[in-house]
């Protein structure tokens, strides 16, 4: 099918920036010379440039259509060019921050917006396996800039290589995005609800908690295993690495599956991101410690694409944007936090008290994410049969 084709190109351009950005931070410090604190301060203005682009986006998204996506991929590509140009100073970096917050986070809405588009006409968990796509993606730019590195080239050179990449990406999938749903989305609908899109902010909010556990173990996995286990450089980078392998193989695999119940996935997810986080909390040995993370994974991959897929399962294409842009920008709230929250906790609890923190929010969004998702099921049937009785009725989210 040529709509999820291009969805997966989509996440697969993504994950290659966001592979490409870990690999090249580093550089980015020291083409900025600044310190780990003021680098810190300056990572916040990603969420900063996020968070807003991710609210407004949805619009477009439902105006023009997916093929928007390519546009915002090619803006992303610019964007990393740009960081690498000016980043010579803390305000240089602070400014690139902020455009690849925008440009990422308006291009995170497009591209889950097209794959729920896909996936709602498939009826396949496109969803899930194009989250699948960008974790491997993730671990191909990671590996693919760390390797132009390591031959001595600089970020201007590592940004232009994953850039010419996104770019060609973003013309794909601009000519081979959907844009059936444009006519439908410019067409007037008197009777939608006001404040249709709140329910999408309460599961974002479960999302969050998804995200955090993720983002948690991407950020601090590596330094746990390091500053605990007394593990050298060399082995400390097998604990991200880890993580994203199982989670892209397990994505694919649910991807494959798709007689799987969501409610099976959102609490057997949960109950096996929990498991593997205290099986991290308690390690004594580095084995011990890779072996939770990669059961972690295998939890956490399924939790944040499981939600968005049945959250939006039934929403009209006219409205699937905003839809999407909503829970997606609360929802990166959590992949904003989850590193700060497991920071704080260490503070107090030391690093394995903040993987028991951890394993907390999985605990949480096993009884919160099913009950949430069962009421919002229970209003959209109801509103369904409201409308075989009165047809002029809007059904839509």
Do not use: C, K
Request: aromatic share 6%.
């Amino acid at each position: 099918m040529r709509g999820a084709t291009s969805a997966y190109l989509g996440f697969a351009a993504y994950g290659l920036f966001w592979g490409t950005w870990g690999a090249a931070l580093p550089a980015l410090r020291d083409s900025a010379a600044v310190d780990e604190s003021a680098l810190g301060i300056a990572l916040l203005f990603v969420g900063a440039g996020a968070l807003p682009a991710m609210l407004l986006v949805g619009r477009a998204v439902d105006r023009f259509g997916s093929r928007i996506g390519g546009v915002l991929l090619i803006l992303l590509a610019v964007s990393g060019v740009t960081i690498a140009a000016i980043a010579h100073d803390l305000l240089g970096l602070i400014i690139g921050m902020t455009l690849v917050g925008a440009s990422s986070g308006a291009a995170d809405v497009a591209i889950n917006a097209q794959a729920g588009l896909v996936e709602q006409r498939s009826g396949r968990r496109v969803i899930t396996v194009a989250h699948g796509v960008f974790s491997a993606s993730v671990v191909l730019g990671s590996a693919g800039a760390g390797g132009l590195r390591s031959l001595g080239f600089g970020p201007e050179a590592v940004f232009l290589v994953a850039g010419a990449a996104l770019a060609i990406a973003g013309v794909v999938v601009m000519m081979t995005g959907d844009r059936a749903h444009r006519a439908s989305a410019e067409t007037p609908h008197p009777h939608v609800r006001p404040l249709w899109w709140i329910p999408f902010v309460a599961v974002g909010l479960v999302g969050a908690l998804g995200f955090a556990i993720e983002n948690a173990h991407q950020s601090w996995s590596a330094i746990f295993v390091g500053d605990v286990l007394g593990a050298d450089p060399a082995v400390t980078a097998l604990a991200p690495a880890t993580f994203a392998l199982f989670a892209a193989a397990t994505r694919f695999t649910v991807g494959a599956l798709p007689r799987l119940s969501p409610r099976m996935l959102l609490i057997g997810g949960a109950a096996l991101a929990a498991a593997g986080t205290l099986l991290v909390s308690t390690a004594s040995t580095v084995p011990m410690a890779i072996g939770g993370l990669a059961l972690a994974a295998i939890g956490t991959a399924v939790l944040y694409p499981t939600l968005l897929s049945e959250a939006t399962r039934d929403v009209a294409p006219a409205q699937r944007g905003r839809a999407t842009s909503a829970m997606t920008a609360i929802s990166y709230i959590g992949f904003i936090l989850g590193p700060v929250y497991v920071g704080l906790l260490s503070t107090f609890a030391g690093m394995r008290g903040s993987m028991v923190g951890v394993a907390a929010l999985a605990v949480i969004f096993a009884v919160l994410a099913p009950l949430l998702l069962a009421r919002r099921n229970r209003v959209s049937s109801a509103r369904l049969e409201s409308a075989a009785i009165n047809p002029l009725a809007n059904t839509s989210e």
